[in-house]
């Protein structure tokens, strides 16, 4: 069964930085697709960034030129970079992954068969 496991959630002051991971592990193969949810008190989880297995990355419009994702084949592992951050980034970000493989990094949050359990970005004074 897969497992992902995310780290590197904390607190920050607005217009810091904080760099998350989610490493996969029980599958032979490498995952396809994998995304960075957040989801806010009392709000919907919506999508942050996604990544295909070959590096083609889609943004939310809300983080677009202040977070990163990259991914690690070899370590199984995507990471968020998280620049200038601000206080309505807090939420808890969770990762999802599919081992299927799609051309487009965009996807459903259907096509992702598993989900880490999360880990909290706070971010304020």
């Known amino acids: 069964q897969v497992q992902l496991v995310e780290s590197g959630g904390g607190s920050v002051h607005p217009g810091g930085s904080l760099r998350l991971s989610c490493v996969a592990s029980?599958?032979?193969?490498?995952?396809?697709?994998m995304a960075w949810y957040r989801q806010a008190a009392e709000r919907q989880r919506e999508l942050v960034a996604a990544?295909?297995?070959?590096?083609?990355?889609d943004y939310a419009d809300s983080i677009k030129d202040r977070f990163t994702i990259s991914r690690d084949n070899a370590k199984n592992t995507i990471y968020l970079q998280m620049n200038s951050l601000k206080s309505e980034d807090t939420a808890v970000y969770f990762c999802?992954?599919?081992?299927?493989?799609?051309?487009?990094?965009?996807?459903?949050?259907?096509?992702?068969?598993?989900w880490g359990q999360g880990t909290q970005v706070t971010v304020s004074w």
């Open positions: 029980g599958s032979r193969s490498s995952l396809g697709n």
């Open positions: 999802g992954g599919t081992l299927r493989r799609y051309s487009s990094a965009r996807l459903k949050n259907s096509n992702y068969d598993y």
């Open positions: 990544i295909t297995s070959g590096g083609l990355t």
